[in-house]
């Protein structure tokens, strides 16, 4: 309502003066002009017209302004908002002694403030409650505190304060502190009750299980977990892994005090089917949150049968005993092309084959290629074949085994397409390597350790033991140094060169697919002592992790991948198709959708495209974000060839809302201070409605028009001009 109204003027001394001699000076002007005109109608009535426009110059100088004063109508209010998010589930509120009292929740804690009666003793004001946490689809899994704090500003007439009881732990949106600055601009001061421990309660946390998105029947599964100790002793406990049809492994564990374990238990599933998997830890005696101690997560378990194409121009050692490796190994089917140049013929027998396949499709059913000592020439690879596994590679996700040896062929590759693919940098004056009468050792990497290609034993620590022991290698490639964007997972124990130890076990991926690169031909003397025991596992582990996007999902003459192969959600999922046309050649161009269907019910149609390239071959390509957690279903169509292919993917959600952590008094104390409110205790409500009941009343709204700068006026005084100046040219004055 508006009380009072009146018109002011921001005019200064110098501005005064100013517009006064203007006026003045302006009828000095007309009146000469009138006299020389001898008092014609005409020109009187146009000088007048240049005196009023002199007038409005000098009034417009002065700044005019119309006031108005609004008094509220609406019923002050004080709104409390209150945190919903799941971290409120945290249950580290303890009344009394932090060792023995007993903790309960901080949600159940900011319920009871809720309910307290003292806040109807807050006279003239409406008090307003309601919960904030995120706009996201499964909201409670976020905390936005500035959307939060601007929603209030703008839903509320008349807001006299604000009331934010929270954790502080704010994890996606600006930073509060930007709304709490605009609330002091407006005058509305934000009191702040922090909730929960400033410190980590005692406590033993099962932080992350990373389980892959699938696992092979009959094959040992490793699945990563990293455990929590905010306690401040060691701990000395069991982790459990139970699966949903009975299985159960335990292993003994220890963890020292304020720290974290990294590590990883195995399960071998005996048959198909969805698995959920279970890992936990019992409670410790003196541990107060019972809450964190298991984490579940989703697995696949699907029979195997990989399909790997194994070319060498002569039967080394290294040759020899891999075949054997692969052949006895019952998920893979292995096929060996032996070209032997110098007797112009290729080798034959069980698994072999008499020349490189042909045809695309031919070519696509291998999931891994190994290259040995092979390269372009009579009776060897062509430019053609090199083209064709580069397009397998970076279209059909299969993966690419570069192990050369002596005889260097494998330099030939290097004017091929072949060459963008290798992920080292070779010495083209030394084409036949280096050789030693002394053997030589794998020393791995920090990557090297954590990788799964490098893991011979169950801990990262008794791997790196078994890597040392083992028999060593008299030859090495001549490389000079990986390239950019590969991971170096082991290098020579000794040698070295002016860009550090020399690489010889290097990965990287290249589009869809990985390359691994094998820099010496002496993983066959592995077998020394013990046989098959690492030799066999090291190359399993090698062939699977090549083909594990492709075999995420796959039909007659459709496969469908995606990255992250772990997808959490709100963050971007990337989806990559393989599609074959009716005749079983490589789609180039076609209508692919996929339905998304989500958990709770929600369809999105997604449209896959591809590029116009040849070395696209039958890629096609698509993503979406996911924004609930939980299992998708995903059916993929293509109208050119008729078929479908059904999948799930199982979509964990994102861990921004943590159990455990420490409540956030930093981002609440500088909350307050931003908008000089202030920050209390959790056991200081009647400090705070104290406070609430002291705010003085804001000083009513003053609006102003600034009528010097708006549009009217300046229109009207343009107007004024025009007629002005037409009256000239009609009264016939130049």
């Known amino acids: 309502m508006i009380d009072e109204a009146w018109f002011s003027m921001l005019?200064?001394?110098?501005?005064?003066?100013?517009?006064?001699?203007?006026?003045?000076?302006?009828?000095?002007?007309?009146?000469?002009?009138?006299v020389r005109a001898k008092f014609s109608t005409g020109m009187v009535v146009l000088e007048l017209f240049?005196?009023?426009?002199?007038?409005?110059?000098?009034?417009?100088?002065?700044?005019?302004?119309?006031?108005?004063?609004?008094?509220?109508?609406?019923?002050?209010?004080?709104?409390?908002?209150?945190?919903?998010?799941?971290?409120?589930?945290?249950?580290?509120?303890?009344?009394?002694?932090?060792?023995?009292?007993?903790?309960?929740?901080?949600?159940?804690?900011?319920?009871?403030?809720?309910?307290?009666?003292?806040?109807?003793?807050?006279?003239?004001?409406r008090i307003e409650m309601e919960p904030f946490s995120s706009t996201l689809d499964e909201a409670n899994r976020a905390t936005d505190i500035n959307s939060a704090i601007n929603s209030a500003v703008a839903n509320y007439q008349n807001l006299r304060g604000l009331v934010m009881v929270s954790d502080g732990?704010?994890?996606?949106?600006?930073?509060?502190?930007?709304?709490?600055?605009?609330?002091?601009?407006?005058?509305?001061?934000?009191?702040?009750?922090?909730?929960?421990?400033?410190?980590?309660?005692?406590?033993?946390?099962?932080?992350?299980v990373d389980a892959p998105t699938f696992g092979i029947v009959n094959k040992t599964t490793r699945i990563p977990y990293v455990i929590t100790n905010s306690m401040a002793r060691a701990v000395d406990t069991i982790v459990t892994l139970r699966s949903n049809d009975g299985d159960e492994i335990t292993e003994t564990i220890h963890i020292d005090p304020k720290s974290r374990l990294e590590s990883a238990i195995t399960w071998k599933p005996k048959k198909e089917g969805e698995y959920t998997l279970t890992l936990s830890v019992p409670t410790a005696d003196d541990e107060l949150m019972k809450s964190n101690n298991s984490m579940e997560v989703p697995i696949t378990i699907k029979k195997e049968s990989l399909k790997v194409l194994v070319v060498e121009s002569y039967p080394r050692w290294e040759y020899r005993y891999l075949r054997n490796a692969l052949s006895r190994d019952p998920g893979v089917e292995v096929s060996c092309l032996l070209y032997h140049p110098d007797l112009n013929k290729v080798g034959g027998g069980a698994d072999y084959i008499e020349e490189f396949p042909q045809s695309d499709e031919e070519l696509a059913k291998f999931d891994v290629v190994f290259l040995g000592d092979v390269g372009i020439g009579d009776d060897q690879l062509t430019v053609d074949d090199?083209?064709?596994?580069?397009?397998?590679?970076?279209?059909?996700?299969?993966?690419?085994?570069?192990?050369?040896?002596?005889?260097?062929?494998?330099?030939?590759?290097?004017?091929?397409?072949?060459?963008?693919?290798?992920?080292?940098?070779?010495?083209?004056?030394?084409?036949?390597?280096?050789?030693?009468?002394?053997?030589?050792?794998?020393?791995?990497?920090?990557?090297?350790?954590?990788?799964?290609?490098?893991?011979?034993?169950?801990?990262?620590?008794?791997?790196?033991?078994?890597?040392?022991?083992?028999p060593g290698f008299q030859w090495y490639a001549p490389v000079l140094r990986a390239k950019a964007g590969s991971e170096v997972l082991a290098v020579h124990s000794s040698d070295s060169n002016i860009n550090g130890r020399i690489p010889l076990l290097v990965t990287k991926t290249f589009g869809a697919g990985k390359i691994l690169f094998m820099g010496t031909d002496g993983a066959w003397r592995w077998r020394e002592g013990v046989e098959d025991k690492y030799h066999y596992r090291f190359w399993g582990q090698v062939a699977r992790w090549m083909a594990y996007q492709r075999n995420m999902a796959s039909g007659n003459?459709?496969?469908?991948f995606y990255t992250p192969d772990r997808p959490t959600s709100g963050n971007l999922l990337t989806l990559n198709a393989n599609v074959m046309s009716g005749t079983g050649e490589p789609l180039q161009d076609g209508n692919v959708f996929v339905q998304v269907i989500s958990p709770s019910g929600n369809t999105e149609r997604i449209r896959l495209s591809t590029r116009n390239d040849e070395e696209q071959w039958g890629l096609f390509s698509g993503s979406f974000t996911p924004t609930e957690s939980g299992r998708y279903?995903?059916?993929?169509?293509?109208?050119?060839?008729?078929?479908?292919l059904e999948t799930k993917i199982d979509v964990q959600g994102s861990e921004r809302e943590r159990l455990g952590q420490p409540a956030r008094y930093d981002v609440m104390d500088q909350i307050a201070k931003a908008s000089t409110g202030k920050m209390v205790e959790s056991?200081?409500?009647?400090?705070?409605?104290?406070?609430?009941?002291?705010?003085?009343?804001?000083?009513?709204?003053?609006?102003?028009?600034?009528l010097w700068r708006h549009w009217i006026w300046a229109t009207i005084f343009v107007s004024l001009l025009g007629v002005f100046w037409i009256g000239r040219k009609m009264a016939g004055v130049i």
């Not at 002065?62 to 109508?73: D, K, M």
């Not at 279903?633 to 479908?644: H, I, K, P, Q, Y």
């Open 50 to 125: 240049r005196i009023l426009l002199a007038c409005l110059i000098a009034f417009m100088i002065n700044q005019p302004e119309w006031l108005e004063r609004f008094i509220p109508q609406e019923e002050p209010v004080i709104a409390v908002l209150w945190d919903d998010s799941d971290s409120m589930n945290t249950e580290d509120v303890v009344e009394g002694d932090e060792l023995t009292g007993e903790a309960i929740s901080r949600r159940a804690f900011v319920e009871s403030v809720r309910n307290n009666d003292l806040w109807g003793s807050i006279e003239g004001v």
């Open 386 to 470: 090199c083209r064709r596994i580069k397009s397998l590679v970076s279209s059909q996700a299969s993966g690419l085994i570069f192990m050369p040896g002596f005889r260097g062929r494998q330099f030939t590759l290097l004017s091929t397409p072949l060459a963008e693919l290798l992920p080292v940098h070779l010495d083209e004056a030394q084409p036949r390597g280096w050789g030693s009468r002394t053997p030589a050792q794998f020393q791995l990497t920090q990557r090297g350790r954590d990788s799964l290609l490098t893991k011979l034993a169950d801990s990262p620590e008794a791997s790196e033991q078994v890597w040392r022991g083992l």
């Open 169 to 208: 732990d704010w994890n996606i949106g600006d930073a509060p502190e930007n709304a709490a600055r605009q609330c002091r601009y407006d005058n509305i001061p934000v009191f702040t009750m922090p909730v929960g421990s400033r410190n980590r309660l005692p406590d033993v946390e099962v932080t992350s």
């Open 11 to 34: 005019g200064t001394t110098p501005t005064i003066i100013f517009g006064v001699v203007l006026v003045l000076a302006v009828i000095v002007v007309s009146w000469i002009t009138v």
């Open 557 to 560: 003459s459709m496969r469908i």
């Open 633 to 644: 279903e995903l059916v993929m169509t293509c109208r050119e060839n008729g078929a479908t």
């Open 683 to 706: 056991d200081e409500l009647p400090a705070l409605i104290q406070a609430l009941s002291e705010i003085p009343e804001p000083e009513p709204e003053v609006r102003r028009l600034r």
